[in-house]
């Protein structure tokens, strides 16, 4: 009879703190979610509101490219409101580091992954690839390989994104011209992390210096938001020509290093808080649905996304797009 008590107990624990998959919405109310419908109306609803603000505005989720059809099959009807949203597609690993860096990806995966960066092509929406390779050879491969696909790449050769790769010597497709919107770029660069660049000077100077088309970015460094000077600085690439400069942003998941994370929040965590993300120590999974985060990243003046808009940079890139795999799951 015990064992039956403690039994019917833990039944009862497990249904109340819904590990069955139900959520709640903000009534409290059980419902059944569609995780993927809720991505992409996140995403439909923060390019709504910095395109009102700014229309030349470009919005580029990276990876989650089931999103861009219907039923999440490369051969599906066209998500016609999620892509009419956005504006590029980002996708990483896909000719280099799907399994391990300067590894070339499986060619199942690698097929999948192409049949839905036509997807995107075919709808107007340009594809950015980011492949993880430090053989020169591979590199160069990389960069043939998705030029012939039509895709603007960059061979990444640290998985960390904390440099300017030194090969090739000036970037793949290099061009002279003025890049005013995100059809113009022939190249980009993909640099998250300055930690290997003594101070905010050298960091940006080294940016100065290059001649990419288009440069991927954090709003932060070292924890301080760049002004709006420092990122019309970054606006001319070092041999003449505008160029533009795109802030990085994860809505799938909350970082403990932001400046809106609380540090009460590790007693008395929100709702939409969910589990760390085992992989990335101090990154936490969202329930990105939920108005309480969608409050955080875009909406009134405090927000990260308008942050982003008041420091000039030309677009948003927005990461963790996939998170409704971890829910699906």
Same mark, same amino acid.
């Given at each position: ?119 995107? *092509? /075919? #709808?107007?929406?340009?594809? $950015? ?6 053989? %020169? ?5 990389? !960069? ?121 929040? *590790? /007693? #008395?965590?929100?709702?939409? $808080? ?6 990335? %120590? ?5 329930? !990105? ?41």
């Amino acid at each position: 009879m015990k064992k039956i008590s403690i039994l019917i107990i833990v039944i009862v624990m497990i249904l109340s703190t819904g590990c069955f998959g139900d959520d709640s919405d903000d009534n409290g109310e059980t419902e059944a979610r569609n995780y993927r419908d809720d991505m992409r109306m996140f995403v439909e609803s923060l390019s709504s509101y910095a395109k009102e603000i700014d229309s030349d505005f470009i919005i580029i989720p990276q990876n989650g490219h089931e999103l861009l059809t219907e039923d999440g099959e490369p051969d599906g009807a066209a998500a016609g409101s999620y892509i009419d949203a956005i504006d590029g597609v980002g996708r990483e690993d896909l000719f280099y580091g799907y399994d391990e860096d300067d590894v070339s990806t499986p060619e199942s995966e690698r097929d999948w992954m192409v049949d839905f960066m036509d997807v995107a *092509e /075919d #709808n107007g929406v340009e594809v $950015l690839v980011t492949d993880y390779c430090y053989t %020169e050879s591979k590199m160069d491969d990389s !960069y043939e390989q998705n030029s012939g696909k039509g895709y603007i790449s960059f061979a990444a050769d640290h998985r960390e994104l904390d440099n300017i790769p030194d090969y090739p010597a000036e970037p793949y497709n290099f061009n002279f011209d003025d890049v005013i919107s995100l059809s113009d770029a022939k190249n980009f660069l993909y640099l998250l992390n300055p930690d290997s660049f003594s101070d905010k000077t050298e960091f940006l100077e080294a940016l100065q210096d290059t001649d990419y088309d288009l440069i991927i970015m954090d709003l932060f460094y070292d924890e301080t938001a760049l002004s709006s000077a420092d990122i019309e600085s970054l606006k001319v690439k070092a041999g003449g020509g505008s160029r533009l400069v795109i802030a990085y942003m994860s809505i799938g998941e909350a970082e403990d290093y932001r400046y809106y994370w609380s540090s009460d929040w *590790e /007693d #008395n965590p929100p709702s939409w $808080l969910a589990g760390e993300n085992p992989d990335w %120590e101090g990154n936490y999974k969202v329930r !990105y649905w939920e108005s309480g985060w969608q409050e955080i990243i875009y909406g009134d003046d405090g927000s990260y996304l308008k942050k982003i808009l008041d420091a000039g940079f030309d677009g948003v890139y927005l990461d963790i797009i996939d998170a409704f795999e971890y829910f699906d799951s």
